[in-house]
């Protein structure tokens, strides 16, 4: 079975660009991640869902970042204007079971440059 | 709030020689799971265990080992005989049961020099 597929798997854009991540998890997992890894700050969640309903947002650092997912094998995380201080590692994760409860499985990850 | 605590930022150690990962964490509920994964030179983040705060059994699994301790609040790893194909970053994860949130610690970052 295919795992958590994210795409791109790397973006360099300017800032002030929209930046869209795309994330398919694995098939037949109820619970749906973003999270963003640096340097700094280490592995943070940003938002996560359950049977497609977004359930806490509070990791989301500000408006400019939205996420979506429209059905059971799509989510997007959207970043409109970008600055150079989202250049991290996104990473999508799915998981069986409500998070909490189960392993999470990564996807390989999309990193993202601001210039 | 939940916390998790690697103080141990990066470890190098030789190969063949054992090494212990530390974590420590903080939650005000009884009801808890811990986690530690690996993330190799790839990227990707693999999960490698999972406890539950009732059950404070060391565990085993080939080289790998958990020590679990409830009164220190601590979830350590250790790697025996240790290969270079384990140099990795390796996080330890907290999640409240009921709360789907795991959070992670900030990693540590393993090397091991042939």
């Known amino acids: 079975d295919a795992g958590v597929i994210q795409s791109p798997r790397h973006e360099v854009t300017e800032m002030g660009q929209e930046v869209t991540l795309r994330c398919k998890p694995i098939?037949?997992?109820?619970?749906l991640f973003w999270y963003r890894q640096t340097m700094m700050r280490g592995l943070e969640l940003l938002i996560y869902f359950n049977n497609n309903v977004p359930i806490d947002d509070s990791g989301m650092p500000e408006d400019r970042f939205s996420a979506k997912m429209p059905n059971a094998s799509f989510s997007t995380l959207k970043i409109q204007p970008s600055e150079p201080r989202d250049s991290a590692v996104y990473f999508c994760?799915?998981?069986?079971?409500?998070?909490?409860?189960?392993?999470?499985?990564f996807g390989e990850g999309s990193r993202l440059t601001v210039l | 709030a939940q916390k998790v605590t690697q103080a141990q930022t990066e470890i190098s150690v030789v190969e063949k020689e054992d090494v212990t990962l530390d974590c420590v964490y903080e939650?005000?509920?009884?009801?808890?799971?811990l986690f530690w994964y690996k993330q190799p030179p790839s990227g990707e983040l693999v999960f490698l265990i999972r406890r539950n705060s009732f059950d404070e059994q060391n565990e085993i699994s080939g080289r790998y080992s958990w020590n679990f301790q409830k009164s220190t609040s601590s979830f350590n790893f250790t790697i025996t005989a240790s290969q270079v194909v384990d140099s990795a970053v390796y996080f330890c994860?907290?999640?409240?049961?009921?709360?789907?949130?795991?959070?992670f610690g900030k990693g540590t970052r393993l090397h091991i020099l042939p």
């Open positions: 098939s037949g997992h109820n619970s």
């Open positions: 939650t005000r509920d009884t009801t808890y799971y």
């Open positions: 994760a799915s998981s069986r079971d409500r998070g909490s409860t189960g392993e999470l499985f």
């Open positions: 994860a907290l999640s409240e049961v009921g709360d789907d949130k795991i959070i």
